[in-house]
């Protein structure tokens, strides 16, 4: 076997993901482990679970990653395959230093990675990340003496996991009837025998696990989600849910058969925790005026973090948050688990409709409803960071620059009296040579009056460049 080169693009802010044996090789992942464990011993660090999802390549990976740490010294506790949120419970409840999982999330078959976290299942920062990518590229990992080796052990807590859940929900009176579509992923592994051990009545589609996902895509979507729609209304279900391929985003569809965005979803759930502590909501700078709209009112302090499921359970922990929604479908709810596992969703929303015994249906439609689009604007990749620095100054000037946001992009909200009630976002993408604006209105009016000026001033930047 000879040396493969090591590709710098598959090292990304916030994981590492490749196609399996193009520019992702199980040498490829011996070294990142060695990496990581070099990284984690100069720490101070010692222990990192391992866990990986049902992808046809990721039994294989997780060894590799393994065998590089275990050669750098650090002891591995391997959890084999399963959920994401198994994982790292695994890791928070062992109280290990770091939880490394081994998966590509929602991304075709071919795709797989490792993602990382901190034991209690914090996402790494960018400058973690950047940290270990440096060290396998620089080829700077350590490896230890045959008697420094790291210690190894197999644990499965599983049953642990469901126990706790358990433990947290029941709903011996409720008959409430849910469809549950695993989507051929990790998920299928555990979310069934959660919903019987809390005894949601539950009909199943794609639960057998097959990592070629004949079924659906990983990633669920309004448009991947027919099958589930239609077997909602087809059993007059209270609501449906879709996990992706990992576990750790989640889709609602509620009894109509419309499946709600990740705003929607997180206002009712965020409605019910704060009745019972008012605190901070997090929300990042995507989502929807509707997170501000409905919840201060309720007494919720709405905190606007950048797009990244890392910065939510980083925020989420440091502001000791409510709840923190992420637009893709990643949500935390901290007094539960300081980690994104999607399976907590479900049984929020089951909690609810028994709390208030509403239709899902009907919670929806009690929200006001706020048109949103989003454009793709192309600009080269050597070029878009620079207009988005023009666009600042220039967006700073006309609205000062208080006004403008540019924590992740550059988001400003605009009152009645000057567009109209609305915010938009222009926001580089940081995979492709995109540049992206999204405008919310209150009005249809508003929103294509808003999208037309950005995109104008938008373009004309990009011009210029």
């Known amino acids: 076997m000879h040396e493969k080169q090591i590709p710098a693009h598959i090292f990304r802010a916030y994981d590492i993901r490749g196609i399996?044996?193009?520019?992702?090789?199980?040498?490829?992942?011996?070294?990142?482990?060695?990496?990581?464990?070099?990284?984690?011993g100069e720490r101070g660090e010692k222990s990192v679970v391992v866990g990986n999802d049902i992808r046809t390549t990721s039994p294989l990976l997780s060894n590799a990653l393994i065998s590089g740490l275990l050669s750098s010294g650090i002891d591995v506790t391997n959890v084999g395959t399963t959920s994401f949120g198994v994982c790292a419970f695994s890791g928070w409840m062992l109280e290990k230093d770091i939880t490394a999982y081994i998966t590509a999330s929602h991304l075709p078959p071919e795709w797989n990675g490792v993602k990382l976290y901190t034991g209690e299942g914090i996402g790494f920062s960018a400058e973690e990340n950047e940290k270990i990518r440096d060290i396998v590229l620089e080829g700077?990992?350590?490896?230890?003496?045959?008697?420094?080796?790291?210690?190894?052990?197999?644990?499965?807590?599983?049953?642990?996991?469901?126990?706790?859940?358990?433990?947290?929900?029941?709903?011996?009176?409720?008959?409430?009837?849910?469809?549950?579509?695993?989507?051929?992923?990790?998920?299928?592994?555990?979310?069934?025998?959660?919903?019987?051990?809390?005894?949601?009545?539950?009909?199943?589609l794609f639960s057998n696990p097959d990592p070629s996902f004949p079924n659906r895509p990983s990633e669920p979507t309004d448009a991947s989600l027919g099958a589930l729609k239609a077997e909602v209304t087809r059993k007059r279900a209270d609501f449906g849910v879709a996990f992706d391929g990992d576990g750790d985003r989640v889709a609602i569809v509620d009894d109509?058969?419309?499946?709600?965005?990740?705003?929607?979803?997180?206002?009712?759930?965020?409605?019910?925790?704060?009745?019972?502590?008012?605190?901070?909501?997090?929300?990042?700078?995507?989502?929807?005026?509707?997170?501000?709209?409905?919840?201060?009112?309720?007494?919720?302090?709405?905190?606007?973090?950048?797009?990244?499921?890392?910065?939510?359970?980083?925020?989420?922990?440091?502001?000791?948050?409510?709840?923190?929604?992420?637009?893709?479908?990643?949500?935390?709810?901290?007094s539960f688990f300081p980690f994104d596992d999607a399976m907590v969703i479900p049984l929020k929303i089951a909690e609810i409709l028994v709390k208030t015994g509403k239709k899902l249906s009907e919670l929806v439609?009690?929200?006001?409803?706020?048109?949103?689009?989003?454009?793709?604007?192309?600009?080269?990749?050597?070029?878009?960071?620079?207009?988005?620095r023009v666009l600042a100054d220039r967006l700073a000037s006309e609205?000062?620059?208080?006004?403008?946001?540019?924590?992740?992009?550059?988001?400003?909200?605009?009152?009645?009296?000057?567009?109209?009630?609305?915010?938009v976002l222009i926001r580089a993408s940081n995979t492709s040579p995109l540049i992206r604006v999204t405008v919310e209105g209150a009005t249809e009016e508003i929103k294509d009056k808003l999208m037309k000026k950005f995109v104008e001033v938008t373009e004309d930047a990009i011009r210029k460049r």
């Open 20 to 40: 399996f044996n193009d520019d992702l090789y199980p040498e490829t992942m011996l070294k990142i482990g060695l990496a990581l464990g070099t990284y984690a």
């Open 256 to 334: 109509s058969g419309r499946m709600l965005s990740a705003d929607q979803c997180g206002v009712i759930i965020a409605k019910a925790l704060l009745e019972a502590r008012t605190g901070t909501v997090l929300a990042n700078v995507e989502c929807s005026m509707l997170v501000e709209r409905e919840l201060e009112r309720l007494g919720g302090k709405i905190d606007r973090i950048p797009v990244g499921h890392t910065f939510l359970t980083m925020e989420a922990k440091k502001r000791n948050a409510v709840l923190g929604i992420e637009s893709s479908g990643h949500y935390v709810i901290p």
């Open 140 to 204: 700077k990992g350590k490896e230890v003496s045959w008697s420094e080796v790291g210690n190894y052990q197999m644990v499965d807590l599983r049953d642990e996991y469901i126990e706790y859940i358990t433990e947290r929900f029941g709903f011996e009176s409720a008959k409430k009837e849910i469809v549950l579509d695993c989507g051929n992923g990790s998920m299928g592994l555990v979310a069934l025998d959660v919903m019987k051990q809390v005894k949601l009545k539950t009909e199943a």
């Open 365 to 388: 439609d009690e929200l006001p409803k706020y048109p949103k689009v989003r454009k793709n604007l192309q600009c080269d990749d050597d070029a878009k960071f620079e207009v988005m």
């Open 399 to 423: 609205y000062g620059a208080d006004r403008i946001n540019t924590m992740d992009g550059i988001r400003i909200d605009l009152k009645e009296e000057e567009e109209g009630e609305g915010w």
